[in-house]
């Protein structure tokens, strides 16, 4: 059975940062791409940042660039978001995700994935 689980989140100030992380299992995903996806309450999921299988190629959502870093250690199985800079805006549940697909690209919509984690909440408060 696959699952992923996120870690991280928490309660913080304006300006600070936090370290989220995904722990997968029940298959590896060290060939295919990875990604961070937000939901806010009353709001549609919002695309935060995708990494390739290598983790040489990556992307951003406007809102998060120059703030947000992904990154992954394939011999752990494992996704990384570190966000730097947070904002109220920032407030959020946090879901990582995980596709079957073999690809070398990277993925920004979400029905691209095929496995998602339960989520972590991030609050910014201002």
């Known amino acids: 059975q696959v699952q992923l689980v996120e870690s991280g989140g928490g309660l913080v100030q304006a300006g600070a940062s936090l370290r989220l992380s995904c722990e997968a299992s029940?298959?590896?995903?060290?060939?295919?791409?990875m990604g961070w996806f937000r939901q806010a309450p009353g709001k549609d999921r919002e695309f935060v940042a995708t990494?390739?299988?290598?983790?040489?190629?990556?992307s951003y959502g406007d809102s998060v660039k120059g703030r947000f870093t992904i990154s992954r250690d394939n011999a752990k199985n494992t996704l990384y978001l570190q966000m730097n800079s947070l904002k109220p805006e920032d407030t959020a549940a946090y879901y990582c995700?995980?596709?079957?697909?073999?690809?070398?690209?990277?993925?920004?919509?979400?029905?691209?994935?095929?496995?998602w984690g339960q989520g972590t909440q991030v609050t910014v408060s201002s």
């Open positions: 995700a995980a596709t079957r697909t073999y690809s070398s690209g990277t993925y920004l919509a979400p029905n691209k994935y095929d496995y």
């Open positions: 029940g298959r590896t995903f060290s060939s295919s791409p």
């Open positions: 990494i390739n299988w290598s983790g040489t190629v990556t």
